[in-house]
């Protein structure tokens, strides 16, 4: 097991927390976006941090697709949840 | 480098990876929060780069940090978005507050717990360290993908079909935008200096875009990066205070967002008929095809966040629907 | 003797980089902090991308740090022009 | 023969992409799409059960260096089911919907959704599944919005936050199980799979995203707001599918992947929260001022049933009993999803023609629109359980296994949800026969009322009487 793993991995695990607490507590509902986005992040160092082999070493490139794919899924939900949020506005605004 | 040297990076980039975190959380100011995020994901960037992933650290930089603080500030900046800003449980009554600071011990108390699990289950994970094999695989197999970049091979060969639902879940992202509302109103005209910026900012991002497109089949790079940068030209253009930002009208829209899944389909259909498996790209066309695959799905990811930023339709459609009415 | 310059154009470098910090988090208002960081930032860039340069001597490479230096360059004079002159005329229209 | 599997999924997405490009010519597309789907489904069916497994390699890579998909008699069945309540689905909703701009709106959302669906029970790869979950929970969101009022829109923006937090709980324990097994292919793991800390922290994180998603209780609090204001054709499918496919998704982690690490105690939490499902969500329906919100409630309550059969099955030795009590789980799933789609599309029928859905003010409703209230029975039968319907089947086994393992609790929750269930649907029965002079003709609005009266008959009668060979096909499977 190398250092570097060991210490991006856990702090993924801590950043997942994070982002869990924030997302629980009720906060605004932009605190909670960001909080989702910060959680995926905490997912994402996770898996960036197996796939790391040490310097020099050619890393394993599996985790690197995935979490590629799991940014664009992410950017994806935030647009959607915040076009939602500006349509509540408006319907909010109409009643 | 030497060890110790990169043990205290590390440690300087993890600490304030996790401040920034805390701070966008913690912040109550909504900007603040937002401009924390994307300074989060900046310094994210430079830990993918640290640990050997430049294809994450480039789409984390364009996507994640950029585009996507781009999307959370310009709705924040909405005053009248009140939806976003407003707590979700409004409570006034002393009771009900102390009963929220019990939850959120009770709250804490879990996430704590949870950390300490994923803690201790990936470090058990890390000592088996058994996922040599399959990254041994896929370098056996790379040969054979088109491409050298083992990143892009595994995302339009290999596991390709992942990446066309991933186009799936962008379109319906952006069919959901444009169902839910029409555009926010164009900006003003900035003045000279941003003017001049953007004059030759956005030939520049065009340029990367295609030279991302096309250095991704042997290089950090690839359809999702480029995509993004020219969404970010899009951007640039529309905060300059242009009318006009390379969308073109509602037909031609229609197409482009449908472009990323439909070459997938064209080309995997195709192949099928013609007796190979679906997707399953004859090695010698394998590049080419991939090439084809990534330059529609950029233009797709590229409309798709732009229209993403405008928040819905932008005028020409929103007419062309009203006119469709019965 | 290059290591050595490039060594000391680094260390400059981030030294600026600390000075531009320290303004923003010390100056009193914001014409002053947006003065300290694009100013001392931009040198200490400079200094930063001039030393790396130096220390890969490889001439693609010196030439994309430059690349990285106009373009931060340019960003940043055209964002703190833009951040400067919404505060003036928020000042002038309060 | 394989090919159905593939076809499966690009027909769908293909079709999204034809009701965009061609928005005029979508109802035909959509129509051929769930012909195509449904003969598929038929097609892979037939060939799972004289065959056995199939599975289809994309892009011919094999499993594990690509994505392969996979089908046995429970996603078969699932997905035959999945067509079929698609296909009446669409045949409604082609009249729900009476603007040209709110249908060109709908259809590429709705295709996108059948896409998610089969693509999800066919997956054979966990981050896959991740995707599909994501493309499954954006469909459905912007589906749910379509009603475009406040409280619509309020109870979409909840689904998805829900949604996502609950893919990304899945995705880290996804990540856990790539870094202690260096694989994402299921049938890999199944092989590989062994106790210890990184398989139960990855199988509890993955459950939880999945009971977020498939609204256990008490994780069902964003269920009845988003599915009672979904338009409802929307509805129906959120009920009867939607939720469904991510308790498949459970189904096929608990008794086939993970299901040398699963203990009776984790199968008993299971259980527990299913008895809560069952009460309260019955209890709430009975409560309910609004049908749709009864119909939403209700479906709270069918999945607890479906999560009741966990303590069995993780108590029964292999064997005939545990075979019939499989086989009585997914004919339960499979009668709540033609009788649940049922319901709502015949309470869109009723909200669109009497201009409300209150209970109340039901009254003459079976004289108005015979037909419909006739669905609303024949599903208010296959919910409470009686026979003939496939729920009777379901119910009795969950009541055979409970007595075998001499786990008594769930009889008594079956028993008290039954009841709760009886008296919901005779309340709105109720109030629907009134004293009205009685039309010319029982069905009123062909293209409306049709499709709900075929999928609650299939859930009474067919689903009854095809007991047998839904046996036959699940035998040895999980």
């Not at chain 2, 102390?98 to 000592?127: E, M, S, Y």
């Not at chain 4, 209890?283 to 059969?309: I, P």
Request: aromatic share 8%; glycine share 10%; charged share 10%.
């Amino acid at each position: 097991m190398l250092t570097a793993q060991l210490l991006y991995g856990l702090t993924g695990c801590l950043i997942v927390a994070l982002g869990l607490r924030t997302v629980l507590l009720h906060a605004s509902l932009l605190h909670r976006v960001v909080a989702i986005n910060v959680l995926g992040a905490g997912v994402f160092m996770i898996l960036v941090a197996i796939a790391y082999r040490g310097p020099g070493v050619p890393p394993d490139p599996i985790p690197h697709a995935l979490v590629l794919t799991g940014i664009v899924v992410a950017v994806s939900a935030t647009a959607l949840a915040l076009a939602l949020a500006r349509r509540l506005t408006a319907e909010q605004s109409n009643d | 480098m030497n060890t110790t040297g990169l043990l205290v990076f590390d440690g300087l980039l993890l600490i304030s990876i996790v401040s920034l975190a805390w701070s966008a959380l913690a912040s109550p100011d909504a900007r603040r929060s937002v401009i924390l995020f994307m300074a989060f994901g900046l310094v994210l960037a430079v830990a993918w780069g640290r640990l050997l992933a430049p294809d994450v650290a480039l789409a984390e930089a364009a996507i994640g940090a950029g585009l996507s603080g781009a999307l959370l500030l310009v709705a924040v900046g909405e005053q009248s978005n009140r939806a976003l800003q407003d707590n979700a449980l409004r409570v006034s009554e002393r009771n009900a507050l102390r009963v929220r600071a019990t939850l959120q011990w009770v709250i804490t108390i879990l996430c704590v717990a949870l950390a300490a699990t994923l803690a201790w289950a990936l470090v058990h994970a890390l000592d088996r360290a058994t996922n040599e094999r399959l990254a041994q695989i896929v370098s056996e197999n790379l040969a054979a993908s088109g491409v050298s970049n083992p990143v892009t091979a595994i995302l339009l060969n290999f596991r390709a079909y992942d990446t066309l639902l991933e186009l799936a879940v962008l379109l319906t992202a952006v069919l959901g935008i444009l169902a839910l509302g029409t555009a926010r109103p164009d900006y003003q005209r900035t003045g000279p200096v941003f003017d001049g910026l953007a004059r030759w900012l956005v030939p520049v991002l065009i340029l990367t875009a295609g030279y991302l497109l096309w250095v991704g089949a042997h290089a950090p790079g690839g359809a999702f990066q480029a995509g993004a940068t020219l969404a970010a030209a899009a951007v640039v253009l529309r905060l300059a205070g242009e009318r006009s930002i390379g969308l073109p009208q509602a037909g031609a829209l229609r197409v482009i967002l449908a472009a990323g899944v439909g070459m997938f389909l064209v080309v995997g259909l195709t192949l099928l008929l013609l007796g190979r498996p679906f997707l399953g790209y004859p090695p010698a066309w394998a590049g080419s095809l991939i090439l084809l695959i990534e330059s529609a799905a950029m233009l797709a990811i590229a409309a798709t966040l732009v229209l993403a930023f405008l928040g819905g339709r932008p005028p020409a459609i929103a007419v062309n629907e009203e006119n469709n009415r019965c | 003797m290059t290591e050595l310059v490039s060594s000391l154009m680094i260390v400059a470098g981030i030294g600026f980089y600390l000075a531009g910090s320290i303004g923003l988090l010390r100056l009193p208002d914001l014409y002053s902090r947006l003065h300290a960081l694009t100013k001392a930032d931009n040198l200490g860039l400079g200094l930063l991308a001039a030393g790396l340069a130096l220390h890969s001597q490889d001439l693609l490479v010196a030439m994309k740090l430059l690349l990285v230096w106009l373009a931060v360059l340019a960003a940043s004079a055209a964002s703190a022009h833009l951040i400067a002159r919404h505060a003036h005329r928020q000042e002038a229209g309060s | 023969m394989t090919d159905a599997l593939i076809w499966l999924v690009a027909m769908p997405l293909a079709a999204a992409l034809a009701t965009l490009l061609l928005p005029r010519h979508a109802s035909v597309v959509v129509i051929i799409t769930g012909v195509v789907t449904t003969l598929a489904g038929g097609i892979l069916l037939f060939a799972v059960g004289t065959q056995g497994a199939l599975s289809y390699e994309i892009g011919g890579w094999t499993a594990g260096l690509g994505i392969a998909l996979r089908a046995d008699g429970l996603s078969a069945l699932l997905l035959l089911m999945t067509a079929l309540v698609m296909l009446a689905a669409s045949i409604y909703a082609s009249a729900y919907f009476s603007k040209a701009v709110e249908r060109a709106r709908f259809w590429p959302l709705w295709l996108l959704l059948w896409t998610s669906l089969n693509a999800l029970l066919l997956s054979g790869d966990l981050f896959n599944l991740y995707v599909t979950l994501e493309l499954l929970g954006l469909s459905a969101v912007v589906l749910a919005s379509l009603g475009g009022k406040t409280a619509a829109v309020a109870a979409a923006l909840r689904y998805l936050l829900v949604g996502l937090l609950g893919s990304m709980l899945f995705l880290a324990g996804v990540s856990l199980i790539y870094a202690g097994y260096g694989t994402l292919d299921i049938a890999a793991l199944a092989h590989l799979i062994e106790p210890g800390p990184v398989t139960w922290t990855a199988l509890a994180l993955m459950t939880a995203g999945l009971l977020l998603k498939t609204a256990l209780f008490p994780l069902h609090f964003w269920l009845p707001p988003a599915h009672a204001s979904a338009p409802a054709p929307v509805s129906a499918v959120l009920s009867a599918l939607v939720v469904k496919v991510a308790f498949y998704l459970v189904l096929r982690l608990w008794l086939d992947v993970f299901a040398a690490v699963v203990t009776g105690a984790a199968a008993n939490l299971l259980g527990v929260l299913g008895a809560g499902a069952v009460l309260w969500g019955s209890w709430r329906a009975l409560r309910a001022e609004r049908l749709k919100l009864l119909a939403a409630y209700s479906t709270v309550a069918q999945l607890g049933y479906l999560f009741l059969f966990f303590p069995l099955l993780q108590a029964l030795p292999s064997g005939p009993a545990r075979d019939a009590a499989v086989g009585g789980l997914v004919i339960l799933a499979l009668t709540h999803g033609f009788a649940k789609a049922g319901l709502f599309m015949a309470i869109g029928v009723i909200q669109q023609r009497c201009g409300h859905d209150s209970i109340r003010d039901l009254d003459g409703t079976a004289q108005r629109l015979p037909a419909t209230t006739f669905a609303i029975a024949l599903a208010g039968v296959a919910l409470i359980g009686l026979p003939p319907s496939g729920a009777f089947l379901g119910k009795w086994q969950l009541l055979a296994g409970s007595f075998a393992t001499g786990q008594w609790l769930w009889i008594l929750v079956t028993v008290a949800g039954s009841l709760l269930a009886a008296a919901y649907i005779f309340r709105v029965l109720g109030h629907a026969f009134g004293h009205q002079a009685y039309p010319q003709r029982p069905v009123t609005v062909a293209r409306e009322e049709w499709p709900a009266l075929v999928l609650t008959a299939m859930a009474m009668v067919g689903l009854g009487l095809a007991g047998a060979p839904v046996w036959r096909l699940l035998e040895g499977g999980l």
